[in-house]
């Protein structure tokens, strides 16, 4: 069974941090690129990161570059964000997913989504 469990949302204050991580399991981890999206209140869901199988590339939204990075670590079969400098408009719930090729920011392009994970930011 095909499972990814998003974890380490929370409530911090502008100007702060926090680490996404996404676990997978019950499919071949390293074979695949994975993604980060997110969905606010009222809008539809936004990608936000994307990284290569083997986590040499990366890709970013406009939104975040600078401020967000995308890692993975096969032997854990965990994909993780750090979000650093964090606005109020970065508020939403965050979802990982697995993509069918690298580099998309198409949300059709990705499967096995997650649960996600609530960020809210205060200003």
């Known amino acids: 069974q095909v499972q990814l469990v998003e974890s380490g949302g929370g409530l911090v204050q502008a100007g702060g941090s926090l680490r996404l991580s996404c676990a997978a399991s019950?499919?071949?981890?390293?074979?695949?690129?994975m993604g980060w999206f997110r969905q606010a209140p009222g809008k539809e869901r936004e990608f936000v990161a994307a990284?290569?199988?083997?986590?040499?590339?990366?890709y970013y939204a406009d939104s975040v570059k600078g401020r967000f990075t995308i890692s993975r670590d096969n032997a854990k079969n965990t994909v993780y964000l750090q979000m650093n400098s964090l606005k109020p408009e970065d508020t939403a719930v965050y979802y990982c997913?697995?993509?069918?090729?690298?580099?998309?920011?198409?949300?059709?392009?990705?499967?096995?989504w997650g649960q996600g994970t609530q960020v809210t930011v205060s200003s």
């Open positions: 997913a697995a993509a069918h090729f690298s580099g998309s920011s198409h949300s059709d392009d990705y499967e096995n």
């Open positions: 019950g499919y071949p981890f390293s074979n695949y690129p």
């Open positions: 990284i290569g199988w083997r986590g040499g590339s990366t």
